[in-house]
């Protein structure tokens, strides 16, 4: 958003040459490029890292009883937490070994699942 600003500034201050004389000369080109990499920053890269920082806070979390859901789609209850493994129930008394960095979601130990059909 501030490089958006800057950028309109820039623009509203060009010298009466008009926008090309403006941004002929080699200084102003940098000007430009740098106004670019910041909204590129702001918009794109900032979110990101911070969905992966909370992302990461939320599995490394992760407690006996909750449910997860990996990135293959498979969902599990956990009941063995390790270093970098879970021991995950997939189905009852079958229970594997999972890697902690393939979990897209973790879910809370209390939330419901969604049903297959609806009830009236």
């Given amino acids: 958003m501030i490089a958006t600003h800057a950028l309109v500034l820039a ?3 060009a010298p ?3 926008l090309q004389g ?3 000369g080699p200084g102003q080109q940098f000007v430009l490029l ?3 990499a910041l909204m590129f920053y702001f918009m794109i890269l900032r979110p990101q890292q911070r969905r992966a920082r909370e992302h990461a806070a939320r599995v490394e979390s992760i407690k006996r009883g909750d449910t997860v859901v990996l990135s293959s ?3 599990g209850k956990v009941v063995r ?3 970098r493994e879970l ?3 997939i189905a009852q008394n079958v229970s594997v070994k999972v890697v902690k960095g393939m979990i897209a979601e973790v ?3 209390g939330e419901p699942a969604a049903a297959n059909d609806a009830k009236s």
């Fill in 107 to 109: 879910r809370a130990r």
């Fill in 73 to 75: 789609g498979l969902i």
């Fill in 87 to 89: 021991g995950l129930e």
């Fill in 11 to 13: 623009v509203v201050a």
């Fill in 81 to 83: 937490v390790e270093d």
């Fill in 22 to 24: 403006f941004l002929a």
């Fill in 34 to 36: 740098g106004a670019i």
């Fill in 16 to 18: 009466a040459g008009g």
